[in-house]
Each structure stands twice: as C-alpha cells, then as structure tokens.
C-alpha cells in the first residue's frame, strides 16, 4: 500500500530532483530549438512532442506535491514560484493569448528553485535587496547633483551631451558604466581642459566606490544566507542524531524489560 509518507520520501529523494532537473534542462534545449524556422520545419512535431511530454512531467510534480504537502505546499515561496510558471505555461498560447508562447521559456527558471546552490543565490539577492535600495538611492542622488552641475557648466560646450538635464543625466550614467566616457570627456575638455577634474571624481564615485557598495551587500547577504543553511543544516543533523538516540534508548529499556520479565519467570 503506497502512503503520503512513502510518495513524500519520494518526492525528496535526490534522484527525482536529478530526474526534474534534467526534463528542465531538455526542454529548455528543445524550447531554443523552436526559435529556429529550419530546425522546426524538420523536427517540429518532435519538438512539440517533447514540450508537451515535459509539460506533462510538471504538471504531476506540482499535483503529487500538493496531495503530499496539502496547504503546506504554499507556505514554501519556491513551490509558489513553480506553480506560477507551470501555470503560465497551461494557459491556451492562442488568440489573445498567443505573446504567452515566448513565456514557455520561463520553466527554464525552475532550475533556481531545483538547484540548492542557484537557490542560495537568489536567496541571498532577494536578502540584499534593502541594503542595495539604500545604496541606489545614494546612487541617483549622486547622478542628479552631478548631472545639475555639468548642465549648467558643460551645456554650451557640448550640448549633445549635457544640452540639458535629461541629457545629462543618461550621459553621466554612462560614464558610470565606464561606456564611451573618453570620447564624453574629451569633447568637454577640447574648450575646458581642467573638466578633468569633474570626470576623475565623478568616476571614483560612482563607479569604484559606490557601485562596489552593490557587491559588498550582496556578498555580505550571500555569507549571512549560507551560514543560516550551515545552521539549520546542523539543527536537522542534531534533531535527527537527537532522534536516533531516543530510538536506541527506547530499545535498551524495553531489552531490559524483557530480561527483567524473563528473570521473574524464572525464578
């Protein structure tokens, strides 16, 4: 007789995540090879097949999970998150409903939530987020003084770069990106040579100290994440250890039982 507990063994067991990992995998491949015309005019219907078998593979995890966990299964984001994706891809992708067939591609995205290490990731950006609002706020405020500043001393220079705030604004932006900045300054610095200066600072800034605050959050949250799987990793390695001792313990005293039982028998 197959129990809930048996099926959810089941479900957890590492080679049925493999097995989930790897119909990911291949329908991500097959639904690359639909964006070719002559690679579908030769194995169309082979492609479809495949998308529809994967489909169908979903389809049942997603069922056998919520018969196994019940509500449960909404309280964890990751069992949302594929149940979204998977749902969006049963959506009929015809009449109004035809832009939904280039978001078949997002069942790629359950490789995040099937795969621990990218989970960690993305838990760790998610966690980060705060720290990096804080940051990007001090970002645009940077942007926007600099931008007021090089309007108002660069805009008759060069106009087509700093003509007015708009304009500045985008080109300062890219200067932080460290994108085509020597030709921005050097039509600056043609009729102002000391503008220098403004673009030396501004890139010290922005770029080497501001944007690097990103990284800093990012991987301060990424260790925080990973110590917290350490911990609860080692709590279930107690709990479990805590278990078995209480089942060997509960063995001993009834062996004893026994024994005593066997004793009064005898005598």
Request: without cysteine; charged residues 20%; glycine residues 4%.
């Amino acid at each position: 007789m197959i129990t809930r507990g048996r099926v959810r063994g089941l479900v957890e067991h590492h080679n049925f995540q493999r097995f989930i990992i790897a119909v990911i995998v291949v329908n991500a491949v097959t639904l690359a090879l639909e964006t070719s015309p002559s690679i579908v005019a030769d194995y169309g219907p082979l492609l479809r097949a495949l998308d529809t078998v994967a489909l169908s593979v979903f389809v049942a995890e997603l069922s056998v999970k919520l018969a196994v966990y019940g509500r449960r299964f909404f309280r964890d984001p990751w069992n949302v998150f594929d149940f979204v994706i998977v749902t969006i891809a049963l959506v009929p992708a015809s009449g109004p409903f035809a832009v939904l067939r280039a978001l078949r591609i997002l069942r790629a995205l359950r490789l995040i939530s099937a795969v621990p290490a990218m989970r960690r990731v993305v838990t760790g950006l998610l966690a980060a987020v705060p720290g990096m609002a804080s940051i990007a706020a001090l970002l645009a405020l940077i942007i926007f003084v600099a931008a007021v500043m090089t309007t108002r001393l660069f805009r008759d220079i060069a106009p087509e770069y700093f003509g007015h705030l708009g304009r500045s604004l985008f080109t300062l932006f890219q200067v932080m990106t460290g994108e085509g900045w020597p030709d921005v300054a050097g039509a600056v610095m043609a009729e102002a040579p000391a503008a220098w200066i403004f673009f030396v600072i501004y890139i010290l800034v922005s770029s080497f100290a501001v944007l690097n605050l990103f990284i800093a959050v990012v991987v301060s949250a990424m260790e925080d994440q990973v110590r917290a799987d350490i911990r609860a990793q080692d709590e279930q390695q107690a709990t479990q250890q805590a278990d078995g001792n209480e089942r060997v313990l509960a063995e001993l005293r009834a062996l004893r039982e026994e024994v005593e039982s066997l004793r009064r028998h005898q005598t």
